[in-house]
């Protein structure tokens, strides 16, 4: 991306991991936008992936973040605007993580304190971060917010099990502060619905290569690419989007509005 349409921009980025990250990519590509940002990750994340060699690429701080945590939130949003010298801009919740599934444990099987762990950190995290920044006025007016999410929230992938619960209550968050942060501050707060990537995360769910295989056969234009999603959050962190807000944004070569394609019927032998 050679347009700089996010010089000046200061951000928060959660979730990037390693370069199968899409965190990782929307950094780069935030970074090749001309924006500075803070990378946030969970402690243990900070110690398994390479996130220094990120950091080093893109000339951006770490701080580490338990999204689960109040305390947490409080200082990694107030330590971001003292390291980048004011209010934010934009914020990338890329989070996600099944307790359940890590466990083996099938959607009609779930541990419920599991299940809570899984909502508070792949959903309801989403919401203590926008109250925290809600609270600490710390979002400039006009400012973008984006919360990664997956068409299961909508439709039945049985394997993927209680994430698909956990992203319908993202997406339901995303509208509820989408409105009230909206009103208050002209805030814009979205989804992007990406398609099946391969990421660490991603991969760890069952049949998840025939997710990919699936969606590519029944979308028109094939998978988006790791690399198109951080693009497209780029664009919608920008001033080109202002007035899109509270929406959940399919990002997924046409997939999500194809009822059938000719090389799933063929490959099903109609």
Not at 171 to 179: A, D
Request: negative net charge; contains cysteine; glycine residues 8%.
């Amino acid at each position: 991306m050679n347009y700089k349409i996010l010089e000046g921009k200061r951000g928060i980025i959660f979730g990037a991991l390693d370069e199968r990250s899409i965190a990782w990519k929307v950094a780069e590509k935030c970074n090749e936008a001309g924006a500075s940002f803070v990378l946030t990750n969970a402690p243990i994340a900070l110690r398994m992936g390479t996130i220094n060699e990120l950091a080093q690429k893109t000339g951006s701080e770490i701080i580490p973040c338990d999204v689960s945590v109040d305390d947490d939130m409080k200082n990694l949003i107030e330590q971001s605007m003292q390291k980048l010298g004011g209010k934010l801009d934009f914020i990338l919740h890329s989070v996600g993580m099944s307790f359940n599934i890590r466990k083996k444990h099938s959607y009609t099987e779930l541990d419920y304190e599991l299940m809570k762990k899984t909502l508070d950190v792949s959903a309801i995290s989403f919401h203590r971060l926008l109250q925290t920044c809600y609270n600490l006025d710390a979002l400039k007016e006009w400012s973008s917010v984006v919360a990664l999410t997956y068409i299961a929230a909508q439709r039945v992938f049985p394997n993927y099990n209680e994430m698909a619960d956990t992203k319908a209550l993202l997406e339901s968050i995303t509208r509820s502060m989408g409105f009230h942060y909206g009103k208050k501050k002209k805030v814009r707060i979205n989804t992007i619905s990406q398609s099946p990537t391969f990421t660490s995360a991603g991969s760890g769910v069952g049949g998840f290569d025939s997710f990919l295989s699936y969606s590519e056969k029944m979308s028109p234009l094939g998978n988006a690419s790791a690399d198109e999603c951080a693009e497209y959050c780029v664009v919608m962190f920008s001033d080109y989007t202002k007035m899109v807000t509270m929406q959940n944004l399919f990002h997924d070569g046409g997939y999500s509005f194809t009822g059938a394609s000719e090389e799933v019927l063929n490959s099903m032998g109609i």
